[in-house]
């Protein structure tokens, strides 16, 4: 999409707005392209930068062409959502009060559920707003026919379980029927979570390759807002230009306040969405792992090496997970290159080796040389032309001992029937895999690694995000207390996080207790320093 200087006589319902220079590409965006095209538009900033603004605008200047070329299909009908009503009346709805209050034409109806921007002869954009505070309040899309669907902050700003549900997404495009003007979906937001739906779906629609829908992100620069207030002080004089120099040393003031405050409450994770203007991920409570480092495990592609054994990790229970790795050298302490993870949701031990494991273990070249014949049609595969030991090892409930030992949970036996293993407990012991988890993090690669362990980004999206915080133990707000318990780790993570690290818990205890790692570190030699008098020379 070109870039074009818009004319201010396009944006004449807005007065006395200069929108920053990204915001102006979004606005013309908006404003630009055929009648049969949907156009997903993503403005994204930290706080304060003027994206809430920059839609209202888009929308209204959308109006602005209608009204030149299609002056008879107006207002244009849009859609305003945010995750509850609360928030929706004390920011959006406060910004385009804002707006009123600097001279915009707007009209509040229904007791503010509603507002008509122009005049009573000449109506623009009719805006209706929706609270979802319930996933199911995205209801209240349907039979509603609209051309622009406006998400405000889609993501939670502190949390997970807030944000507007995706569903809301899917219904609004739906209601998008408003006939003969560009059909458009605007999404304002402060960089969400890394798992937000908003960017998976940004990413599908992209590949999709749909001849009528476009998707685009645009990410204000932080801070573009103050350079921007200075550019209109430098081009201005007088008092005008006085006003604009205060405007901007108040924006920074105020980003540095936040950046501070954040800080101070240990959420830097905050900091680095909410000013930093970064995709990061969401820190509740206390990660578990707390040595996880993104840049320095996870790597774009991993492939086995020689012919090295396999390991499958386990943790049952009502949605098993698997974690796929492999351990380097003869005697393993080469490092440890995790392949693929997966926890399959509500279903039981046998769907998911089926489902996942075996499919993926071939799709990966893993599959085993014999298997034992069972009863689960698993017996006969091709052989591959390398060939792997395996070992299983997991959580030591699901261990099956023919009949004498919890006969009443046949885990084992499935992975002993469809696998042809045997499985190999793990500890009980919590603090053991816990010390297991966050020392293996820690220790050092060899030559060409960064870290011991590598991640495989490809197989390993939901271990990924749970290493970098999903997986937590919750805090008390109050009093700022962490409870450190697996109990509690897995309430507040749920099964879709808590599973895959654990699972791989049970391996590293087995292989690379933390123990081990303390009398390779306490061997190491101390550094001598610089005999040095008190007077320091």
């Known amino acids: 999409m ?42 994204q900033s930290s706080r304060g930068e003027g994206k809430t603004t920059s839609a209202a605008v888009a929308i209204m200047t959308l109006a602005e062409r209608v009204s030149q070329e299609w002056p008879d299909r107006l ?33 509040w109806r229904d007791q ?15 805006l209706h707003f929706f609270g979802l505070d319930r996933p199911e309040d995205a209801d209240k899309l349907q039979g509603f026919e609209a051309s622009v669907l406006w998400l405000e902050e889609g993501a939670p700003a502190a949390g997970f379980e807030s944000g507007i549900p995706a569903e809301a997404f899917g219904l609004g495009v739906t209601s998008l029927r408003q006939r003969g003007i560009p059909k458009r979906v605007l999404v304002s937001m402060n960089p969400p979570d890394g798992d937000a739906w908003i960017l998976h779906v940004e990413d599908l629609l992209a590949d999709m390759g749909i ?15 103050e350079r921007h207030f200075r550019a209109l002080a430098k081009a201005a004089s007088g008092e005008e230009s006085a006003a604009w120099e205060a405007a901007a040393d108040e924006f920074r003031a105020y980003r540095e306040w936040c950046q501070g405050a954040l800080m101070a409450i240990g959420r830097k994770d905050l900091a680095t969405r909410l ?43 009502g949605s098993p997970s698997t974690v796929i ?28 080796l089926q489902e996942w494991v075996i499919p993926t273990m071939g799709r990966r070249g893993l599959m085993p040389v014999q298997r034992t014949p069972g009863a689960y049609g698993q017996a006969t595969q091709a052989v591959r032309r390398r060939t792997f030991t395996y070992r299983d090892i997991g959580d030591p409930s699901m261990l099956w001992e023919g009949g004498t030992v919890r006969t009443q949970n046949t885990s084992g036996r499935v992975i002993q029937e469809m696998l042809g293993a045997t499985l190999e407990p793990g500890p009980v012991d919590w603090d053991a895999r816990r010390e297991a988890l966050n020392s293996a993090f820690l220790r050092a690669g060899g030559p060409e690694r960064k870290r011991f362990i590598q991640i495989d980004k490809r197989d390993n999206a ?13 805090k008390d707000m109050a009093s700022g207390r962490i409870l450190q318990t697996i109990a509690a780790a897995k309430k507040a993570s749920g099964p879709k996080f808590s599973g895959v690290p654990d ?32 007077l320091g020379a």
């Open 275 to 317: 000013v930093g203007g970064q995709i990061a991920d969401v820190q509740v409570g206390e990660a578990v792992v707390s040595t996880f480092d993104r840049l320095m495990h996870v790597v774009p592609a991993l492939e086995a090496m020689g012919s090295w054994p396999i390991l499958r990790l386990y943790d049952g229970g």
């Open 2 to 43: 070109p870039r074009r200087e818009l004319d201010r006589t396009e944006v004449a319902v807005t007065p006395g707005y200069i929108p920053s220079p990204t915001a102006e590409e979004f606005i013309w965006a908006v404003r630009e392209g055929p009648v049969a095209e949907l156009r997903v538009l993503i403005v």
């Open 75 to 107: 207002p244009v009908r849009a859609a305003v959502i945010r995750d509850s009503w609360v928030n929706l009346e004390r920011t959006t709805i406060e910004s385009l009060r804002d707006l009123g209050r600097k001279g915009l034409a707007i009209d």
């Open 503 to 534: 699972a791989l818990a049970y391996g590293l205890a087995v292989l690379y207790p933390a123990a081990d790692w303390l009398r390779q570190v306490s061997r190491r030699p101390v550094p001598k320093a610089p005999r040095r008098s008190w």
């Open 462 to 474: 939901l271990l990924i995000q749970a290493l970098g915080g999903r997986f937590r133990y919750p």
């Open 325 to 352: 790795c492999q351990p380097l050298g003869d005697d393993g302490r080469g490092g440890l290159n995790i392949l693929a993870s997966h926890t399959s949701l509500n279903q039981p031990l046998e769907q998911h």
């Open 211 to 225: 001849e009528s829908v476009r998707v685009r992100r645009w990410d204000i620069p932080p801070g573009e807002k």
């Open 112 to 126: 503010g559920r509603q507002a008509v921007i122009g005049s009573a002869e000449r109506p623009l954009v009719h």
